[in-house]
């Protein structure tokens, strides 16, 4: 799926990990990492990136009720709340290179899923797109209670399943726009029966993070650099018992979930009513119910070159000004849509 035309919901990067029941709810690589001097002989090109230096903040928001923990990385003071959804085996900081640029005019607000990042839950593997969709939920109103801001839900792969999912449920009262980033129903669905030979046949345990660093760029899953030393510090954990890294995120144990998380979505998808953006990484072709979606004029497309799956890290700057446009053409302020000519509310 680093290929332009698989546009799967992000198994592909970032997958599997031998990681053993007694690091259920082991936080983050940061979290686990051994003290040890820096793995020498490797090239600064690959060293982590500190993600301060694009997000201002990041907080843990505890689920009333339940032993739920979401992590959520945040940034930007006014304007309406783009609320960023990773991909399967990512985490809340593939949007960071992307947030640096869009806090600028609008806040941003990324959390990491359920079994990813430095979330934990009771159920790790529970990644159906029910259970994910209440997540979301259930973040947003631990963080903003019964007066949210305006949302633009920004979902990626897997969580851009997700973020049609919970657009189509009607239960985000201030949900002001929604923006699906390279996934398709028809090529997800068509990939599916090659996931598990996908996920297997890649390298699963590494010796340092930067070399993990260094794999995801030249194997072409990442083509941003920069990004890839912010974002995939926070896929890894480390595995005592093999002395190595490993992936977080234990995608090849929830194949049973895979085929709900597309199936349907493009009717789901027309049939949220906001303003809809989808970008496209490459000239994937569009299956036959958003073709007609797009000649009706029911959403808006832009196909970004030169870019692989993960557009938000590949491409940040054009990224960026995609979703500012988007906020801006809809007139998308932080109470919801501005018309000119009216006060705004005053808070």
């Known amino acids: 799926m680093e290929s332009s035309s698989s546009h799967l919901g992000s198994l592909p990067e970032d997958v599997s990990e031998d990681q053993g029941q007694s690091q259920g709810n082991q936080k983050s690589v940061f979290a686990s990492k051994p003290q040890r001097p820096p793995t020498q002989n490797v090239s600064e090109k690959y060293l982590p990136l500190d993600w301060l230096g694009y997000f201002d903040q990041e907080d843990d928001i505890s689920i009333p009720n339940s032993n739920e ?12 709340v783009v ?50 969709c209440n997540d979301v939920l259930a973040v947003i109103k631990t963080m903003y209670g019964d007066s949210p801001p305006a949302i633009v839900l920004v979902g990626h792969s897997m969580g851009g399943s ?39 046949n890649r390298m699963q345990h590494f010796p340092s993070v930067e070399k993990a660093i260094e794999w995801s760029v030249k194997g072409g899953s990442l083509r941003n650099v920069d990004s890839a030393r912010v974002s995939i510090p926070s896929t890894l954990t480390y595995d005592d ?34 303003p809809k953006l989808l970008l496209l990484a490459g000239t994937d072709r569009l299956d036959k119910t958003l073709t007609i979606g ?15 799956h993960a557009i938000q890290e590949d491409t940040p700057d054009e990224f960026s000004n995609l979703i500012l446009n988007f906020i801006s053409r809809n007139r998308i302020g932080p109470n919801g849509v501005e018309i000119p000519g009216l006060r705004k509310p005053q808070h």
């Open 241 to 274: 018992s093999k002395k190595c890294y490993t992936y977080r995120a234990k995608l090849e144990e929830t194949e049973q979930y895979w085929k709900s998380w597309y199936e349907g979505l493009s009717e789901k998808f027309l049939s949220c009513p906001v």
């Open 69 to 80: 923990v979401f992590h959520v990385y945040m940034a930007g003071k006014e304007g309406p």
């Open 294 to 308: 797009q000649m009706q004029g029911k959403f808006q497309m832009v196909v970004v070159r030169h870019t692989g």
């Open 83 to 132: 609320f960023c959804l990773h991909g399967g085996g990512y985490s809340g900081l593939s949007f960071a290179l992307s947030a640096g640029i869009i806090k600028e005019k609008a806040r941003v607000v990324a959390m990491d899923f359920r079994g990813h990042g430095k979330s934990s839950s009771e159920n790790d593997l529970d990644l159906s797109i029910e259970t994910m």
């Open 162 to 200: 997700v973020a049609v999912h919970v657009a189509a449920k009607r239960a985000l009262p201030s949900l002001a726009g929604l923006v699906v980033v390279d996934v398709v129903e028809g090529t997800a669905m068509a990939s599916l029966i090659h996931m598990q030979k996908i996920l297997s």
